[in-house]
């Protein structure tokens, strides 16, 4: 549609509004133009005396009178109904989000471009000039802008083209010469320069955090599948040995009852041979009280003396009457004991409850790295010095929290833990779970300090190996008053930040993460080592500065 624009018949279009004419007007060059258009141009050049034709460049030295067009009115009518008929209507009319143009009459057009310098929003069609004229090229185009009068000032209604430093505000010209006299200023141009470098910093900080907090979530996410990998495993071994200890006590269940079973056999089987003794005597008394009661009634006295004296002697029972009368407590030892037995289980079980550690240590738990210093603080670790590791050119002080560079040794004993080459010193607290610590750096002269971490060992064999961050067994951060630099396993790495006295340091054992920040107002992360700590840490010091100091600041 632009292409088409420009190449549109002269006699049908205006070459200043790029419409099509309205109360066409020629010019003795014989052009046309809308006569309001070129009326407008020509008095804005009147002051010169100039006026020139915009189509030939053809000028005049006096103001050309203006002659009516005599063109018919359908040509202007076909040629509108061609464009409508050739423009797709989603590309060029605004729908609701969309800006309009600000030239087009009638029903207006989708602007495609607003421009910074005419403060004027264009389509298609009305922004062809701004490519081909030359005096239009210079202007800034941007995406089109429903919020050009921002650009206007309020004071002045002119174009605001400077940049206050001074009040971070965008200015006129003329506001130069009033309220912002004697201001710091540059070209909007230079302002938005210079607010771009720091929208970038501030970018590279949030993408970074971004970067932090996204190894924190994964992190997090690494933690969650290790707490329902473990609860699932320990469910599982949990659920074994309950039904292990189910099936022992079935077992014994069974033995118990099995035993109950043939001790019953065993009393009924005595009881029933007795009871078969009894049964048999009992026959047998009744057989003799028959015969004597039938002795009894014999009439004749010689017959009953005659047979008297034959009758055999009533023999003892060999049972005693106390049968009768013995209590029945056959089994009631065993329900005691399985009793006993139940009263031990539950107590057990009990305190097995109690005592057993179904909650999570918060020592356990991975947690993000704190984002701040009061966050920091809440980790804070009271560091005190460990006198049998001190080197003899060092001095310590402050309840052992400060130790001291001195140019002349001192006399310690003999300990298979202390320094003998460099000046180093290794805490006496063993490090471990989340700590947070920090050393103040002082000097007379220049100060030249490593703050490390170390495991115990590193002393070992009192050997020049023994050098904070020369082998794998500590991590050093070495400060110089005008830059850091980390060290581990004898590799040396370059460390950027703002160099403060005071260092912080960060150790979440059990994650492997180890910090070491710069702590002014504000704390800003120097560097960061992730690894896995297979030790305790003691926090350790190295000093090379002569009368210079660090000092393990208690936390506030």
């Known amino acids: 549609m632009a292409q088409k624009g420009v190449q549109m018949d002269s006699q049908v279009s205006c070459c200043i509004c790029l419409d099509l004419l309205k109360d066409p007007v020629t010019i003795p060059c014989g052009h046309s133009y809308c006569m309001n258009c070129i009326k407008d141009l020509w008095d804005r050049k009147d002051q010169k005396g100039i006026y020139s034709c915009l189509h030939c460049k053809k000028t005049f030295t006096l103001r050309p009178a203006l002659k009516k067009n005599t063109m018919p009115e359908q040509l202007v009518e076909d040629t509108k109904k061609t464009e409508l008929k050739d423009a797709p209507a989603d590309r060029c009319y605004p729908g609701h989000e969309d800006v309009t143009c600000d030239i087009c009459t009638g029903k207006k057009m989708k602007a ?19 490519y081909d004229v030359a005096q239009f090229k210079k202007h800034k185009l941007v995406n089109p802008s429903k919020k050009l009068e921002e650009h206007i000032c309020s004071h002045h209604d002119e174009v605001m083209k400077i940049f206050c430093r001074t009040d971070q505000k965008c200015i006129c010209y003329l506001c130069l010469m009033d309220e912002h006299k004697g201001h710091e200023t540059v070209q909007v141009a230079a302002g938005r320069a210079e607010k771009q470098k720091e929208l970038e910093a501030k970018r590279r900080k949030v993408q970074q955090r971004i970067q932090d907090q996204e190894k924190d979530v994964k992190l997090l996410q690494q933690e969650v599948e290790a707490i329902n990998v473990s609860a699932d495993k320990t469910v599982e071994d949990s659920e074994k040995i309950f039904t292990e200890l189910i099936r022992l006590l079935q077992e014994r269940s069974s033995e118990v009852k099995q035993q109950i079973r043939s001790q019953q056999e065993t009393e009924v089987s005595r009881v029933k041979d007795v009871q078969e003794k009894l049964e048999q005597e009992i ?16 009439e004749d006295h010689n017959q009953f003396l005659h047979k008297y004296p034959s009758l055999p002697a009533l023999r003892e029972s060999t049972h005693s009457s106390s049968i009768n009368i013995r209590p029945l407590r056959h089994f009631e030892d065993v329900t005691a004991a399985v009793s006993e037995l139940r009263d031990k289980l539950l107590d057990i079980l009990r305190d097995g409850s109690k005592n057993m550690p179904l909650k999570i240590n918060d020592e356990d738990v991975l947690v993000p790295e704190p984002k701040s210093r009061a966050g920091f603080l809440k980790y804070s670790t009271e560091i005190t010095l460990d006198p049998n590791t001190v080197h003899n050119m060092l001095l310590l002080s402050d309840g052992n929290r400060k130790v001291t560079r001195l140019e002349q040794q001192q006399s310690y004993p003999d300990h298979p833990d202390r320094f003998t080459y460099y000046a180093q010193v290794l805490s006496r607290e063993s490090l471990t779970g989340r700590c947070y610590w920090e050393v103040e750096i002082r000097g007379e002269g220049k100060a030249t300090v490593h703050v ?60 492997g993460i180890l910090s070491f920040y710069s702590v002014s107002e504000t704390m800003t992360l120097l560097h960061r080592v992730q690894t896995r700590f297979t030790q305790p840490l003691h926090a350790g010091i190295w000093l090379l500065g002569n009368k210079s100091y660090v000092e393990f600041i208690k936390p506030k």
């Open 452 to 511: 490390a971490v170390s495991y115990k060992n590193i002393s070992e064999g009192r050997s020049d190996e023994c050098l904070f961050g020369l082998d794998d067994q500590s991590w050093s951060l070495y400060f110089d008053t005008n830059s850091y630099t980390f060290y581990h396993n004898n590799t040396k790495t370059p460390v950027p930040g703002p160099v403060s006295s005071r260092i912080g340091v960060y150790l979440d054992h059990r994650a």
């Open 112 to 130: 495609v471009k607003s421009c910074l310098v005419c403060l004027v929003s264009y389509c298609e069609n009305h922004l062809q000039p701004h």
């Open 283 to 298: 026959t047998e008394l009744k057989r003799k009280d028959a015969e004597l009661e039938q002795l009894s009634h014999t």
